[in-house]
């Protein structure tokens, strides 16, 4: 399988990446740091349910104020939750992304380096609120990329076929000459399949159930752990 998934990088003229759980992980910059809805004392399932099925308004842009993000998340799971715990939490979350962002795995580096020596464009194409995104200048994989797009930024946010486009405008390249290498989230490789692009899982930061797993690999051409096994 391997040699399959090296035969379409070495076709492809351009690699779109997801960030988050694809190039950098939040848990593993910041080993044994606490959950955001662990501080704010709610459950997992909701936290992640207003984070990422309920809150378009902050992957798009349209709040981008850090607390005001995290008061409007936190008070839709319970109105209580005070202003005071609001504050420390948002700058703690968004301190975790920040470490996430400027020290990324050095698999990530030497990967996407090495895909520039080998003459290929490379796109990031990231749903995120911009307090998520605030230290991307700071990134030692920013230079690396011949455009980002980021949800906040555009104001349409993956799945939506606009996300990808803009993309492949900014690099000028055809969907079918492309690979879109991301862990799935957001419905991303099955969008990114229609579209054209060739499709890479990353499974290595997921903690994903067996049927949830599952789902997300069905829209993928190749499965991989890392980054680096692209090369």
């Known amino acids: ?43 997992k399932d909701e936290w992640n349910r207003e984070l990422l099925e309920n809150s378009p308004w902050r992957q798009t842009g349209a709040v981008r104020d850090p607390v005001k993000i995290i008061g409007r998340l936190a008070k839709s799971i319970n109105p209580n939750i005070s202003d005071e715990l609001i504050r420390y939490v948002a700058e703690y979350r968004y301190q975790r992304f920040d470490r996430a962002i400027m020290h990324p795995p050095k698999r990530s580096i030497h990967t996407l380096q090495e895909l520039k020596r080998r003459g290929k464009k490379l796109a990031l194409v990231s749903n995120a609120d911009v307090a998520e995104v605030r230290a991307w200048n700071k990134s030692p994989l920013a230079p690396l990329f011949d455009c980002v797009v980021f949800s906040c930024d555009v104001g349409c946010m993956k ?3 606009r996300i990808f486009f803009e993309a492949l405008r900014r690099i000028d390249e055809k969907p079918q000459d492309c690979l879109f290498v991301g862990d799935g989230g957001a419905d991303e490789l099955r969008a990114a399949r229609e579209l054209g692009f060739a499709t890479v899982m990353v499974t290595g930061y997921l903690s994903l159930d067996a049927e949830k797993l599952e789902a997300r690999k069905k829209h993928a051409m190749h499965v991989i752990r890392f980054v680096d096994e692209l090369i």
């Open 1 to 43: 399988m391997a040699d399959f998934l090296h035969r379409d990088v070495a076709r492809a003229r351009a690699l779109c990446f997801d960030l988050f759980h694809t190039l950098v992980d939040v848990n593993e910059a910041s080993p044994g740091s606490k959950n955001t809805w662990e501080l704010l004392g709610v459950s």
């Open 159 to 161: 799945p939506d076929p």
